[in-house]
């Protein structure tokens, strides 16, 4: 196996560990998946992984009966450099949640955009950022939901890519990011050029 294939094999492996632990609670693997000083941008917070890690936690200490979070992957797309890489890969949120005594499966289609570096010998996230392209709400019990729940929502205040996703966190206490980064915006081009230009500078 050539080097940067054993590269490209270790990063998909930190990818997909990033998902299992973030899923299990499974703390300590999800903090090594990070460097120190990485950063992360999604939905519910932009800021140090360490703010991230812990949000998560206090989440999951508030995680009601009945709740669920799962972050489904394809495989990634990885451009290595060197010591730094860059990968994109598509993921699926799908989360349970109880809103206004009714059950919701929702879905939120999105893609992480995300920064590494080799350090010592390990591959780790330097910055993460999600990219934004659709979401969906769906009752648990369709016919346990009146017509008038959906109708009476105001969704105004969301991002169209965001705007159930946003929705559910805007009702169960999760704060959320303003001005999410969505496909085939400006943002989303200016973060591709951003990703090229960092890896030729290592």
């Known amino acids: 196996m050539t080097g940067v294939a054993r590269d ?3 990063i ?3 990818l997909f560990r990033w998902g299992q632990a973030r899923d299990s609670d499974d703390w300590q693997t999800l903090a090594a998946c990070f460097h120190d000083d990485a950063t992360i941008q999604i939905s519910w917070m932009s800021g140090s992984a360490r ?4 949000g998560s936690k206090n989440m999951a200490a508030t995680r009601p009966a009945g709740a669920h979070v799962k972050h489904v992957f394809t495989g990634p797309w ?11 890969c598509h993921a699926n949120l799908y989360a349970r949640a109880r809103i206004d005594g009714y059950e919701f499966d929702f879905e ?3 893609r992480f955009f995300d920064l590494l570096e080799k350090r010592d010998g390990i591959w780790r996230l330097f910055n993460r950022v999600g990219v934004y392209e659709k979401d969906t709400m769906t009752p648990v019990e369709p016919g346990g939901v009146p017509a008038s729940y959906f109708a009476d929502m105001d969704l105004s205040a969301f991002q169209t890519e965001t705007r159930f996703l946003s929705y559910r966190q805007s009702r169960t ?4 990011t303003p001005n999410m980064i969505t496909v085939y915006s400006p943002e989303e081009a200016a973060l591709k050029a951003h ?8």
């Open 51 to 54: 703010d991230f890690l812990e």
């Open 108 to 110: 939120s289609f999105f």
């Open 8 to 10: 490209e094999l270790e």
């Open 195 to 202: 990703h090229e230009a960092w890896l030729t500078e290592g």
């Open 78 to 88: 990885i451009k290595v450099r060197g010591n730094r890489a860059f990968s994109r």
């Open 12 to 14: 998909t492996d930190l």
């Open 173 to 176: 206490g999760v704060p959320t």
